[in-house]
């Protein structure tokens, strides 16, 4: 039936839509999407607000059912992490020329373009890329993105992803490269990493993550981009850059593309909404020619002799080319890399590295002290930020520590659990889960 809000609901309109894309009815068109995802109900909604005050009473009620990773002890990860954000980064990308209703890109110029060239050049300048995007969505479609780059580029359609890769990612992946891509996975060895992997000349890439799911850094990295050059395929690497003052970045050991989330740099965890997703390369114009996304640079005027800001190499974009686009890239997050940039501007390289080396230092002494309760997946390998312990139960762990006030972390299945440790995490707040977690064990 027409709906008298939503546009093209008349069922003419509809059935040309519908005829447009190939689908015969609306469920076909929505095939994809897993059916117990679906609502096959109208919407729960309360009856209308006669007065602003009584939506506003509602909506507060609404708010004050969510609890903040600030005001609980909180070791959720697993994506989105709670790092430090300093004021001044808060301070800069709610300024008027930068805040906007769509995604920090206003229709005119005061001073953006040069904000997201500075983010893109320290982001170069960290990853040891020459080339970087203004940021996608997030790192999932920055992560699928950089796999159909890698398609495109050797005109091959299969790609080999680490097994050690998150579930939901893993899902992201499979649906942003299908129905034209084959995705299939490497094992994980015993020390987390990833495992071995046959590489033949069917293969466009081989995908891998440091830190991975399990938090383990790759310690493998230029033998598998060797083993991945010789069948032809590129090394694809998702690397967090808040690692890279102490780990040495995906490039020096041989990655062609390098692509992660930057919500660690300067973002707040937004109750998981803080993402936003870069890729780089080299300066190799067949690959960046493949980079769907906006590039910024410094760029010629129409007054000779002058430069400014802005994007470069447009006539790739879908933008330029429209229905004949490589890939379609909308919505940004050009706000978050602004705000990232702040940030890296702030840490400079000393900052990033004392930085790193206290996430090191604390994750490792989290993993000794829940040690002596607990088995630690994976404790001989190197971890950043996030290491995986085995319980009895996943669920009855976690209450435990929540009727403590303590979120322990995020449950990778019925006996795995993720537990994220970052700057932000003092000694004591260690003692105190490991204290717990040993109370509720014992219990």
């Not at 802005?310 to 080319?321: E, I, K, N």
């Not at 490589?326 to 978050?336: D, N, P, R, S």
């Not at 006996?415 to 717990?436: G, Y």
Request: a negative charge.
């Amino acid at each position: 039936m027409t709906h008298p809000y939503i546009p093209n609901a008349e069922p003419g309109v509809r059935a040309e839509m519908l005829a447009a894309v190939g689908a015969s009815s609306v469920e076909e068109f929505y095939a994809d999407i897993p059916a117990e995802l679906r609502l096959d109900r109208p919407l729960d909604l309360p009856a209308p607000f006669t007065a602003e005050r009584d939506l506003v009473r509602h909506m507060k009620g609404l708010f004050a059912r969510n609890t903040d990773t600030e005001e609980a002890l909180s070791f959720l990860g697993h994506g989105c992490y709670p790092h430090h954000v300093p004021a001044v980064c808060d301070e800069v990308n709610s300024r008027s020329e930068f805040l906007t209703a769509y995604a920090g890109e206003p229709y005119e110029d005061h001073g953006r373009f040069q904000a997201l060239f500075e983010y893109v050049s320290m982001m170069g300048e960290l990853l040891e890329m020459d080339v970087v995007n203004v940021p996608t969505y997030d790192g999932f479609q920055a992560s699928g993105t950089a796999l159909r780059m890698a398609c495109r580029y050797t005109k091959r359609s299969k790609v080999l992803v680490t097994g050690a890769v998150s579930a939901d990612k893993l899902s992201k992946l499979r649906d942003f490269l299908a129905p034209d891509i084959t995705v299939e996975l490497a094992p994980v060895a015993e020390d987390g990493q990833i495992g071995e992997v046959a590489l033949d000349d069917s293969y466009a890439a081989l995908y891998l993550e440091t830190p991975n799911v399990y938090g383990v850094v790759e310690t493998r990295g230029r033998e598998l981009a060797d083993h991945a050059h010789a069948a032809g395929a590129l090394l694809v690497v998702s690397a967090d850059p808040i690692s890279l003052g102490v780990l040495a970045p995906p490039a020096s050991y041989g990655a062609d593309i390098v692509c992660g989330d930057i919500q660690s740099l300067g973002i707040h965890q937004n109750y998981g909404g803080g993402q936003a997703g870069y890729i780089a390369t080299q300066d190799h114009e067949p690959l960046v020619a493949e980079f769907p996304s906006r590039l910024f640079g410094i760029a010629p005027t129409k007054v000779p002799g002058e430069y400014g800001f802005g994007d470069v190499f447009y006539d790739r974009t879908s933008f330029a080319l429209r229905e004949e686009g490589k890939e379609w890239v909308g919505t940004a997050a050009a706000l978050w890399g602004i705000t990232a940039g702040v940030y890296l501007a702030l840490m400079g390289p000393q900052g990033m590295k004392e930085l790193g080396e206290t996430v090191l230092a604390r994750t490792r002494y989290a993993m000794d002290a829940l040690g002596r309760s607990v088995t630690v997946r994976h404790a001989g390998s190197v971890h950043f930020r996030e290491f995986a312990i085995e319980v009895a139960d996943s669920a009855s762990l976690l209450a435990g520590l929540r009727e403590r006030g303590i979120y322990g972390g995020v449950p990778l299945d019925e006996r795995t659990v993720l537990v994220c440790v970052t700057e932000r995490h003092t000694i004591d707040d260690i003692d105190r889960l490991a204290a717990a977690v040993q109370e509720v064990v014992q219990a």
